[in-house]
C-alpha cells in the first residue's frame, strides 16, 4: 500500500538556520503530495501542495518540490524563525478513483531557539 | 468562509463509557474524515464519509463508529471506552477528489480515565 516516510524529529535549529525536513513516499499511480503543519494545541493546516511530477509547492517561504525519481518531497526553508516551532507532516493522495484516503507521514517535530 | 468546528474541544470520560464528537464541514464541502491522533501511533484514518455513506474504514475495532447527516455534518461514536482510547480526534474535510486540500478542524482532546 501507500507509505509515507518522514524523517525522525525533533529537529532543534537556531533562528535564521536552513531548514530540509526529509520526506519520501511509495505510492502506486500519480499521488498528489502535501505538507501540513500543526502548531500546539490546533488541528492541521495546509503549508504546500505539488500535484505533479517536477511542480514546487511554495508557502511562508517553505518549499518542495516533487521529484517523481526519487520519490521525494522534501521540505525546505532559507532561515527559520522562532514561529515555525511546529510538527510538520508530509502526506500523499492517490490521484483518481472513486475513494480517497490521504497517507500521512508520522511527523516531524521543529525547535527553533531564538 | 468559516472552518472545520469540532464540537466539543475537550472531554474527559471513564472507562466503559461511550463518547460521541461532532464535526461541521466547511460549507459546500461533501467529504468528511475522522483521524485518530496520538503521541505513539502518530495520525490513524478512522473513516471516510461522502454523501451520507461510509466510503472507506481504517483499521480500528468496532466500537469506533460514525455518520453523516444529510447537511454534510458528521458524528462519530467510541463506545466502552478504554484508557488507550485517549487521543486528539481530528475531522477534516474537503470537496472531493484526490487534489483537494483536507481542512482539519481544531480537534477535540478526549481523555480516558
Known amino acids: 500500500g501507500d507509505s509515507v516516510t518522514q524523517m525522525e524529529g525533533p529537529v532543534t535549529l537556531s533562528e535564521e538556520a536552513f531548514l530540509t525536513i526529509n520526506c519520501t513516499y511509495t505510492?502506486?499511480?500519480?499521488?498528489?503530495l502535501f505538507w501540513y503543519v500543526q502548531y500546539p494545541g490546533e488541528g492541521l493546516q495546509l503549508l504546500l501542495k505539488?500535484?505533479?511530477?517536477?511542480d514546487k509547492g511554495s508557502n511562508k517561504g517553505f518549499e518542495a518540490t516533487y521529484r517523481k525519481e526519487t520519490t521525494s518531497f522534501h521540505l525546505e526553508k532559507g532561515s527559520v524563525q522562532v514561529s515555525d516551532s511546529a510538527v510538520y507532516f508530509c502526506?500523499?493522495?492517490?490521484?483518481?478513483?472513486?475513494?480517497?484516503?490521504?497517507?500521512f507521514g508520522r511527523g516531524t517535530s521543529l525547535i527553533v531557539h531564538p | 468562509k468559516a472552518g472545520v468546528t469540532q464540537t466539543p474541544r475537550y472531554l474527559i470520560k471513564t472507562r466503559g463509557q461511550q463518547v460521541t464528537l461532532s464535526c461541521s464541514p466547511i460549507?459546500?464541502?461533501?467529504?468528511v474524515s475522522w483521524y485518530q491522533q496520538t503521541p505513539g501511533q502518530g495520525l490513524q484514518f478512522l473513516f471516510e464519509?461522502?454523501?451520507?455513506?461510509?466510503?472507506n474504514k481504517g483499521n480500528f475495532p468496532g466500537r469506533f463508529s460514525g455518520r453523516q447527516f444529510s447537511n454534510s455534518r458528521s458524528e462519530m461514536n467510541v463506545s466502552t471506552l478504554e484508557l488507550g482510547d485517549s487521543a486528539l480526534y481530528l475531522c477534516?474535510?474537503?470537496?472531493?477528489?484526490?487534489?483537494?486540500?483536507?481542512?482539519f478542524g481544531p480537534g477535540t482532546r478526549l481523555t480516558v480515565l
Open positions: 477534516a474535510s474537503y470537496r472531493d477528489g484526490a487534489t483537494d486540500t483536507q481542512y
Open positions: 464519509y461522502f454523501s451520507e455513506t461510509q466510503r
Open positions: 460549507s459546500g464541502h461533501r467529504s
Open positions: 505510492a502506486t499511480g500519480y499521488p498528489s
Open positions: 502526506a500523499l493522495s492517490a490521484v483518481g478513483g472513486g475513494s480517497y484516503i490521504p497517507t
Open positions: 505539488a500535484t505533479k511530477a517536477d
